[in-house]
């Protein structure tokens, strides 16, 4: 381990538990406000309106509109209600997509936000943001979008479907793989992020084998929070970049492209990232990472080839070109050979090698 970094902490509270959903009026109160606005997409408005019935009087509204990639449009249509409601707070209920627009919201307002994650995408312990305007994204990273309370209950990840589990739990490990090779890696965030790894590691294949499971979706959500701190603290690399191609260029789905390519992009670098990716292998309990990650994602029934998920044949050396287009720091060199037989063997679906 070098002893040579830098640790920034960010200053969120959290608060983790069944049931703690109901400290939400305690802990609108603890941000000196009154009149929160609930967010929420259009599927979860059932959820919203429980949340705003646990809130009472301190709920002014709820915003059923958000939308993947945190369109602009949407966000503008948010702001109008917060202004006309006069909210002086705002909830995200979701997933990515709604704690993208609280971020957005609170870029624009500096509103205070609370977040109530029901995935494991792990946006809500990040200052960063990602909208799109013209069907162009553009992503930053700002102290005034961390949200400043997230709750997380395990009660709401419940009804997480067993496929999508899966999927967002092996994204969220992606970001704590990339952590414990980061560029600006440090020996804290390493830890969170080997625990992360092994909460997860240890609850998905549970969760598959019963979704209503409480103690393994507890203890997913727990390495959920970790992986997500890993993501706000550390820079990503290689994985990060090529499912960034993968699905700008070809459009492919978000959590299962992470999911197919996160054991090869692991194994690319192993060589060249030996000890941190031993702590990796050693929380997935695995000879090595490619192999406990492959494993892993076999066992939970993730998608293991991206020519399952829409990526034409064609499409692995389009993608090469464009992963070699913009040079970024990753552990190993890129080189053109091994980028293009990394992404050959997870359109087949074949295993990973280093
Ligand atoms: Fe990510």
């Known amino acids: 381990m070098k002893h040579d970094f830098i640790y920034e902490a960010l200053p969120t509270r959290v608060v983790f538990g069944e049931g703690k959903l109901a400290a939400l009026p305690d802990e609108i109160k603890r941000l000196n406000a009154s009149r ?34 945190t369109p602009v449009e949407v966000t503008e249509l948010a702001m109008e209600q917060v202004r006309q409601l006069n909210a002086d707070s705002v909830i995200g209920l979701g997933g990515g997509s709604t704690i993208g627009l609280g971020k957005a919201i609170a870029l624009r307002t500096g509103l205070p936000q609370v977040a109530v994650p029901t995935t494991y995408a792990g946006s ?19 102290p005034i979008v961390l949200p400043k309370t997230v709750i997380y209950d395990v009660a709401l990840t419940l009804s997480l479907p067993a496929s999508l589990s899966a999927t967002s739990g092996l994204n969220a490990m992606a970001h704590a793989v990339e952590a414990l090779y980061a560029q600006n890696a440090n020996p804290v965030v390493s830890l969170m992020a080997e625990e992360g790894i092994g ?21 997913a959500q727990y390495g959920a929070w970790l992986c997500g701190i890993c993501l706000g603290s550390a820079g990503m690399a290689l994985h990060h970049k090529l499912c960034h191609v993968l699905g700008g260029r070809f459009n492919l ?10 054991p090869h992009t692991a194994a690319y670098n192993a060589p060249h990232a030996a000890q941190a990716m031993q702590r990796a292998a ?14 892993l994602a076999r066992r939970i029934k993730a998608p293991q080839a991206l020519r399952a998920i829409g990526l034409p044949e064609a499409g692995i050396e389009q993608a090469t070109e464009l992963a070699m287009k913009n040079p970024y720091w990753n552990p190993r060199p890129l080189d053109k050979e091994g980028i293009r037989a990394l992404i050959r063997r997870a359109w087949a679906g074949e295993a990973p090698r280093p």
Do not use: Y
């Open 282 to 295: 050693r929380a997935l309990n695995a000879e090595s990472v490619g192999d406990g990650l492959w494993t």
């Open 253 to 262: 789905p978000h959590a299962e492209t992470h999911a197919i390519m996160l």
């Open 199 to 219: 909460a997860l590691a240890q609850s998905l294949p549970n969760i598959i084998g019963d979704p209503s499971d409480r103690n393994a979706r507890a203890q």
């Open 36 to 69: 929160a606005l609930v967010l929420c997409t259009p599927n979860q408005l059932e959820w919203a309106r429980q949340v705003a019935a646990v809130l009472g009087p301190e709920c002014v509204g709820i915003f059923s509109q958000a939308a993947m990639h």
């Open 124 to 142: 809500e312990m990040t200052p960063i943001l990602g909208q799109t305007e013209n069907g162009v994204k553009t992503t930053q990273r700002t």
